[in-house]
């Protein structure tokens, strides 16, 4: 893949979003950080207000009620990390922050962010990646664009 210079690369998950820009030009890419976003882990005492309940028993079956399963906090945070990051690339393509955008995301967030973008930002839309790059090095990056492997984490 080439970039042109000042590409917006977007490297995102539940719980980390960097924002990289191109310095280079579409023959040499030079990713350097813009900026970051990171949301802290809470633990599930912090997110959790009651234990799982019971559910009743369907009227007349005679049967006990089951056990309701427990909601993922956790997943549901970074559902909600993903959300307010598309509001904000939302926000930058409105307000011409960018021409170009690639988006780096494993497949979960890419499912959260795909169906939040705005027209501005698919028009500006030029690649997507679905894969987890969030603590690899601004090279391993790099070489994904390109197309070369990345050296094993």
Do not use: C, Y
């Not at 882990?41 to 399963?69: E, H, N, V, Y």
């Not at 973008?117 to 839309?125: I, P």
């Not at 601004?138 to 990345?150: F, H, Q």
């Amino acid at each position: 893949m080439t970039l042109a210079h000042d590409t917006l690369v977007l490297v995102a998950d539940g719980r980390k979003a960097l924002f990289l820009r191109n310095h280079g030009d579409d023959q040499q890419i030079d990713l350097r950080t813009q900026s970051h976003r990171a949301r802290e882990d809470r633990k599930d005492s912090d997110i959790k207000t009651a234990p799982a309940g019971q559910s009743p028993a369907p009227a007349g079956t005679g049967l006990a009620g089951g056990t309701m399963t427990e909601p993922d906090f956790h997943q549901q945070e970074e559902d909600r990390f993903a959300r307010d990051l598309a509001e904000k690339v939302n926000a930058m393509a409105l307000a011409g922050a960018f021409d170009a955008l690639v988006v780096i995301a494993p497949a979960r967030t890419m499912g959260e962010l795909r169906p939040l973008w705005h027209k501005e930002v698919t028009a500006r839309l030029v690649g997507e990646h679905v894969k987890e790059m969030t603590d690899r090095p601004i090279p391993d990056i790099e070489a994904l664009l390109v197309g070369e492997p990345a050296p094993p984490s």
